[in-house]
């Protein structure tokens, strides 16, 4: 009998029926198979719907949403309405992942129990050639810092942005009330995830790969037009001034506790000297 699963996935799902069989095949050769499916479809137009409920009976934990059309950020926002696992993540539905991928996060809480963000390297994946690992190996707990540079170094991290190689805690969610916004349609998973490590207590990273990002050009992220020019600008705005907002907070509560320790050792030695 299985036990009740510690980790969800949500898959948001638009119009990608073509690739939703192997994304769903690689997760049932899963090592770590005691995991909840919450697929979220986002009033797709082709077979998606009927794909994903073929495969509802050979999961032990499928749940299907179905809603109307409000693009990814709305879908994840959705998907974790549902969560009631102590932790979860994103899968998009033209991707896949390794053997290992549910099994990593489960195994880097449970070594790294006091981190609240567990996040993993992936590999480019394309149609005409051979795939890419990105990155170069590294792997450890960080600082909230360091998370910052990692989350927004573009061309030198395999951490980046992306919700899908990384895993959270569903409390801490919860508790801050942490979603993406959907006003956006370029870099609203980095400012969530900007958003989360600010909350959080500490994030663990390797750069060993465990997910597969489809290089395709129809998908959303290779879409070009004026609303991406403007909204690449937005979202680089608001992750900024989230992180820019955090570090001066943070320079001066160290700043404040640098004046309590230097004032509790002045009442210190005067207390010394009236004796």
């Given at each position: ?35 909840k499916l919450i697929v979220v ?211 001066q509560e160290a700043t404040q ?19």
């Open positions: 009998m299985l036990k009740k699963p510690l980790l969800t996935i949500i898959m948001p799902v638009y119009n990608t029926a073509a690739y939703l069989g192997r994304a769903f095949e690689a997760l049932l050769k899963q090592e770590e198979t005691n995991f479809d986002d009033g797709s137009t082709d077979a998606s719907v009927a794909i994903a409920k073929s495969y509802q009976s050979r999961f032990p934990y499928f749940q299907l949403i179905q809603k109307k059309n409000g693009g990814p950020s709305d879908a994840r926002n959705v998907g974790m309405q549902y969560l009631d696992t102590p932790y979860f993540t994103f899968h998009d539905g033209d991707d896949w992942v390794s053997q290992g991928y549910t099994a990593f996060f489960l195994r880097a809480f449970k070594e790294h129990p006091d981190v609240d963000l567990v996040s993993c390297g992936y590999w480019l994946s394309y149609p005409n050639k051979e795939e890419k690992e990105v990155g170069h190996f590294e792997n450890g707990e960080i600082t909230t810092a360091a998370s910052y540079l990692k989350l927004t170094d573009v061309f030198g991290s395999s951490m980046k942005g992306y919700c899908w190689n990384k895993a959270y805690k569903t409390a801490v969610v919860k508790r801050h009330h942490l979603t993406f916004d959907c006003d956006i349609s370029l870099l609203e998973d980095q400012i969530f995830n900007v958003n989360y490590v600010t909350v959080a207590n500490g994030v663990y990273y390797t750069q060993k790969p465990y997910y597969h990002y489809w290089q395709r050009p129809g998908s959303i992220i290779h879409q070009h037009n004026f609303k991406k020019v403007k909204d690449n600008f937005r979202g680089n705005y608001r992750v900024w001034q989230q992180i820019i907002s955090s570090l001066l907070e943070k320079r506790r640098r004046l309590l320790r230097k004032k509790m050792a002045q009442t210190s030695r005067f207390s010394e000297e009236r004796k």
